[in-house]
């Protein structure tokens, strides 16, 4: 069991190794931030689902300080270091805090092959919107994460493979969901081409 960590409740699903660019405006929340600074601490993203939480989240660290401004706002990075679940959430200060559980993943490699296709289907799913990754750098215990944290998929889908506690599992899941996104995406992108191609504006 983790010390009280701060929770920052957004509708969002941190991953391990993802960027989170964050605009702090809250007075609560720049008293939060403005304590991890000041003590080199991370605070727990979560996502907020209706008027609850998420049993699991992930840590963030601040990576850097864009900008200040004069009334106290931040725009800053920060990156997803390490899952949690949600023991107890702690109301005592402006902002929610909680005790976790730091979550592991259980030992497995992912099979060669499935690595390849989960490369391939997000290699297509970038190509259609223009974008391209660089994965050189991705741990391959994580990868999964890597994949589905460039894409503006499902929060529902993220928040489940947060959850998971299995790379190869992760990966089949992630293969599975690809699969069965992708043709809807490629039928949407050629009506779209379609569609700027007839007739010319003056």
């Known amino acids: 069991m983790d010390a009280l960590i701060p929770l920052f409740p957004l509708d ?4 391990p190794g993802i960027p989170l660019p964050l605009h702090i405006f809250e ?15 991370p605070f727990g993203v979560v996502r907020a689902v209706e008027q609850s939480l998420a049993e699991v989240g992930c840590t963030a660290e601040i990576i850097t ?3 200040e401004y004069p ?3 931040l725009d800053l990075i920060s990156e997803g270091r390490s899952r949690f679940e949600v023991v107890r959430v702690n109301e005592e200060r402006s902002f929610l805090r909680a005790e976790v559980l730091m979550i592991d993943d259980e030992p497995g490699t992912p099979p060669g092959e499935d690595r390849t296709r989960a490369i391939q289907l997000h ?3 970038l190509a259609i919107a223009g974008a391209k990754q660089d994965l050189s750098a991705a741990d391959p215990s994580l990868l ?3 994949l589905a944290g460039s894409l503006p998929l499902d929060l529902d889908f993220k928040q489940k493979l947060l959850g998971l506690r299995s790379e190869p599992q992760r990966l089949s899941q992630l293969i599975g969901y690809f699969e069965t996104i992708l ?9 779209r081409q379609k569609a700027g191609g007839n007739g010319h504006v003056y």
């Open 144 to 146: 999964s994460f890597y």
């Open 71 to 73: 009334d106290g706002r």
């Open 12 to 15: 969002v699903v941190l991953f």
């Open 27 to 41: 007075p609560r929340y720049k008293e939060m931030i403005g304590e991890c600074l000041a003590q080199h601490r």
């Open 65 to 67: 300080v864009v900008k």
């Open 183 to 191: 043709p809807n995406i490629r039928r949407a992108a050629q009506a």
């Open 123 to 125: 290699s297509e799913l």
